[in-house]
């Protein structure tokens, strides 16, 4: 890909690059595969685990895995702590949202003492990155596609 195309791209470079650098290389290649489908959205959230290696190998599946990842708008650590318990978020993966669950107790001095997981999901590195349009928080693992469509209504 020539440098202009990488550019008109927007954000998404940047999300790659700091994955990689951050040692999330794998899910940056299968970030990278999807690319194309999703340069036109504004923001994202990106929910990124640290060993996606096994789930790259499975191409006919990497789409679909790489894309309950990510939400088609920009939620900050903040933002999902105040959201209810329960919370649906939206996906780019077409009827598989994911759900957002509090485990201990959130005040406003110590958001950091409770957890936050989607679909039973440990949040454990908030905000590794983020911009105005992008911001990538850190998980103990891969979302299962199966455990998201059962919670999705």
């Known amino acids: 890909m020539d440098s202009v195309g990488f550019r008109d791209l927007g954000y998404w470079p940047k999300i790659i690059r700091s994955l990689s650098s951050k040692g999330f290389v794998s899910f940056a290649i299968g970030l990278n595969s999807i690319l194309d489908d999703y340069r036109h959205l504004n923001s994202v959230t990106v929910f990124s685990p640290p060993d996606f290696g096994s789930v790259a190998s499975s191409s006919p599946m990497l789409g679909r895995i790489v894309r309950i990842h990510i939400l088609p708008q920009r939620i900050s650590y903040k933002e999902l702590v105040v959201l209810p318990d329960k919370s649906p978020l939206k996906t780019l993966l077409p009827g598989q949202d994911l759900e957002l669950k509090k485990a201990g107790k959130f005040t406003e001095l110590n958001v950091t003492a409770a957890r936050l997981r989607v679909n039973g999901v440990?949040?454990?590195?908030?905000?590794?990155?983020?911009?105005?349009?992008?911001?990538?928080?850190?998980?103990?693992?891969?979302?299962?596609?199966?455990?998201?469509?059962?919670?999705?209504?």
């Not at 590794?128 to 059962?150: E, M, N, P, Q, T």
């Open 122 to 153: 440990d949040i454990v590195a908030p905000e590794i990155f983020s911009s105005g349009k992008y911001v990538v928080h850190g998980i103990s693992r891969v979302l299962d596609i199966a455990d998201a469509s059962k919670k999705s209504s």
